[in-house]
C-alpha cells in the first residue's frame, strides 16, 4: 500500500535512513536494510524481497513508522488525559507540568523539548507532538504517576478509557 506526500512533505533515503522533513520540522527513522524504499513524486512505496515471515513483518512496519512520521509532520499527534479524583489537579508552571495526585508533595514532570503540554481546565491534560511514540511515551509516563484505581475510579486516565470497576467490601 503507497503512502501519499502530500504538499510541502519531502521524503529522502539514504544508506539504512529515512528522513522526512514538513512544515513542523524534521524526523528520521533507521529502516532494516532489506527494505527496499521507493520515492516517487506523491507516493512513497515499500518493498519487500521474500514472502518469508520476518520480512512481512519487516514490510508491515517500515510501512507504518514511514506514514507515522508524514502523518506527524502534517497533521501532528496528540493525547488527552483526564485527572479524576477529589482535589486532583494539573497547572503548567512555565514548561514544567505540576501534578497534584494525593500525594504529600506534588509531582513536576518537564516535558522533552519536542512535546508541547497544555492544561486547558485543571483536570485535564493535552500532550501535542511530531513523533507519535514520543507522544504516548509521554502521555504513559504521566498517566503512571497515578494509574486509576478500579474501586473508585481516581487516578490519570486516557481520555475516553474505560476503567472497570469493583464492588469493594460492600458486596461481602
Do not use: C, W
Amino acid at each position: 500500500m503507497p503512502i501519499t506526500i502530500p504538499q510541502g512533505i519531502s521524503v529522502e533515503h539514504k544508506a539504512n535512513t529515512v528522513t522526512v522533513k514538513g512544515p513542523k520540522g524534521e524526523l528520521e527513522q533507521i529502516v532494516h536494510p532489506d527494505m527496499k524504499i521507493k520515492i516517487g513524486e506523491t507516493e512513497v512505496v515499500v518493498e519487500r524481497p521474500s514472502d518469508g515471515g520476518f520480512h512481512r513483518s519487516l514490510h508491515g512496519l517500515t510501512r507504518s513508522l514511514i506514514q507515522n512520521m508524514v502523518t506527524g509532520l502534517t497533521v501532528g499527534y496528540e493525547k488527552k488525559l483526564e485527572i479524576i479524583g477529589v482535589g486532583y489537579r494539573a497547572e503548567m508552571k512555565e514548561k514544567t507540568l505540576a501534578l497534584l495526585l494525593g500525594y504529600s508533595h506534588p509531582i513536576y514532570f518537564k516535558a522533552p523539548d519536542d512535546i508541547t503540554i497544555e492544561v486547558p481546565a485543571p483536570n485535564s491534560i493535552i500532550i501535542k507532538g511530531v513523533e507519535k511514540q514520543l507522544v504516548g511515551q509521554v502521555a504513559a509516563k504521566i498517566r503512571s504517576f497515578r494509574p486509576p484505581e478500579p474501586y473508585k475510579g481516581k487516578g490519570v486516565r486516557y481520555d475516553g478509557e474505560f476503567v472497570k470497576r469493583k464492588a469493594g467490601k460492600a458486596t461481602a
